[in-house]
């Protein structure tokens, strides 16, 4: 079965920096498009990046050029390294596995629990 655990979430202020791990267990088929999403309160679910199994990435407009996405398929890791943080970055962050081939989530993805990121201004 498909499990997947994030981690590394927190609080910082404004202009800091975290980063999120995503253990990823249960499959070892690399083929498949990851990412991660996340959700703030009262909003929907929404795209931050993602990466296929060829190695190409796509970002969010409102985090280009501040996160990185990346992925050890050795460990079976996807992280996301974010930088110069802004509270509107302020929400819980899932990883997805088992994205299409357009890297957008499908019923048949599976999600992590989450790992909430709140940034202070």
């Known amino acids: 079965q498909v499990h997947l655990v994030e981690s590394g979430g927190g609080s910082v202020q404004a202009g800091g920096s975290l980063r999120l791990s995503c253990a990823v267990s249960g499959y070892t088929d690399s083929s498949y498009c990851m990412g991660w999403f996340r959700q703030a309160p009262g909003k929907e679910r929404e795209f931050v990046s993602t990466?296929?199994?060829?190695?190409?990435?796509k970002y969010a407009d409102s985090v280009k050029g501040r996160f990185t996405i990346s992925e050890d398929n050795a460990k079976n890791t996807l992280s996301l390294q974010m930088n110069s943080l802004k509270p509107e970055d302020t929400a819980m962050y899932y990883c997805a596995t088992h994205l299409n081939p357009w890297c957008v989530a499908v019923t048949d993805s599976y999600w992590g629990q989450g790992t909430q990121v709140t940034v202070s201004s």
């Open positions: 990466i296929d199994s060829d190695g190409r990435i």
